[in-house]
């Protein structure tokens, strides 16, 4: 028996937001830190406890408001985590998947021994190593921080003697390490969701599309040959199963030229890549996150539409926002438009993103194209 | 060009919430008018004005802060909304739409006039004209108060006099009208969008199941012939075509023992027996809704599963909600628990609904009654 329960969320980003709705339509009350003022999972009526993301009574005070613990965002203190929620309150995914996950080295090692292929990766920690990578990789890497890094923030493509300086400067002593660049044909991703019993669905494999490292596009399901499907979804499952704590967890895959498959990266969360899902799929991955952090059965994460593409409406400028276009944009039929209620706008800003359904990849992908070009942000 | 944009809503209860939860997913911010302490959409990140629905000050405020005002409740003062709202704001639907269908007897009659079939009604001012019914309708009728009638309230069977009496004495000089009790098959329902345009998109047509004159389930597609299908889609969407203003409209209609169909009540709004698009259609009701009355297209609405039925959760008892049963009742495939935040439970208070998805409307069933039953609230 129970009155209502409230789900704390580390993070009030546009993930935190759509899990506040998800988790409202479940009878929830959730409660989110987050520095912002006013932030996105605020406006849709979340409580906010203004605060960094790692302030200890900010997480002191979210763990005893909470029945159940979550995070948009893997860059939190995952130590911090483990001792403030040792009172009992759930906290998922666990604690250690989040520390294991967000040292981008150390998730590498972690895929590695446990039998996963990954890129060719090396520890740098003084420019001399950073040489030594270089070699070994046949002048062609990129040079990573191990820590906070997202959207292609922390990452430079080293080719040059002289470009691995300049990174090497940029990056500043900052922990780092070295990937060999690999030669894929498509970026993969697939959705894989766990309960509290360890129970997976796995969603459809998509193909997402990045420009400036930032993710724009996905494409659901992926044009590969089911083969390469059924293989992308066993690796990512696996991957999952071998991760402690319940949740959604997205798997960023690279299909090599040669046809092979090796993990990315894997986000201890729901992720640009299952926005789709919003509309293409009987579960949208932000409700399926909310079952399962909060001890609930998962639900059907089949497609609902042969297919599905997935826009990233990325801001256009650096100034106050201001929406314009969405009655022609949502003149598309099976198109959907998703706004965060972020301002100001930034350019490359993730403020919001088009779903579109169609018989194909094709025609899905003609209605959000244009869906997104009738809109200014 | 546009900031962020209000939508004011008169009413703040279930409806009104889930029309909240679609408005943010959009991106506009709302503004609900309710008398009750932390209402429903409140609790979703509304903002609240707490007032009356008919106060005079609260909707010149919610007219002030919205850009686009709708209600979720037809029991409004509507003169005081045309009034009110005489300053620019769209009002949807039209407050001359609003004034007609909740004056049911002037509803009715409108019905008729536009030669919609209903079933024999007559007005009621007194005793007398109440007994001149009863033996006009062969001594079986329906005693209704002609507004702020629902869910049942505001009905009376009467099939004696001693009925009658009571009934009469019950309404205590309310403004009443009598209705023919007429013998129908099934109660059918279809959910209508209209946009600012005048165009028109209508949801399959769906049986509604009522329990002590409350809407208990739906189930969609109706089971009925394609003729009877066709034939209620059409009545509905000339119906609402000759309403003003954009918006959801609900149409109930009997299918009558004969075969024919006749109008029960139009609904200005979203309504119960559209629940189950929020799973099971490509847009659901409150989606729409929010698009027609800020003046963006229509989504689509066909199903995405073969059948879906929705099961409302009414209260068990009275006293402070407790729900339990949610880990077993979403233990069903395809089952989607929607819950409304309300508290005290009441007998018979819509506190929740249940949306299962299936391949026939009998495993529909079988797992939202299943997912019901699992449940206490």
Known sequence: MQGQQTIGIVGGGQLGRMLTLAAHTLGFKVIVVDPGDNCPARQVGAQQIQAQLNDKSALRKLSRLADFITIEIEHVDSSLLERTFKNGTPVNPAPSSIQLIQDKYIQKQYLQENDFSVAPFQ?????????????????????????NAFDGRGNAHVKTHKQLESAWRRFNGAGLYAEKTVNFSKELAVMVAKDFEG?????????TIHQRSICIETQ??????????????II???????????????VELFLLTGGSIVINEIAPRVHNSGHYTMNACA????????????????????????????INILG????????????????????FVHLYGKSPTKVDRKMGHINANGVTIK?????????????SI
């Open 123 to 147: 520890a740098v920690n003084t420019f001399e190593q950073a040489e030594t990578a270089f070699e070994l990789f046949d002048e062609s890497m990129l040079l990573k921080t191990r820590r």
């Open 236 to 250: 990512a499952t696996q991957a999952v199963k071998t991760l402690e704590g319940a949740g959604m967890f997205g």
């Open 220 to 233: 659901a399901p992926a044009q590969v040959s089911e083969t390469t499907r059924d293989l992308a979804a």
């Open 199 to 207: 129970n997976i669905k796995t969603y459809p494999v998509v193909e």
């Open 363 to 375: 025609t899905a992908r003609k209605k959000a194209v244009k869906a997104r070009q009738a809109m």
């Open 316 to 335: 256009e400028r650096n100034a106050a926002t201001e929406v314009s276009g969405m009655e022609k944009a949502l003149r598309q039929p099976d198109t």
């Open 283 to 310: 579960t949208s991955q932000f409700e399926q996150h909310i079952r399962a952090i909060t001890g609930l059965p998962l639900g059907e994460t089949h497609l609902i539409t042969p297919s599905a593409v997935m």
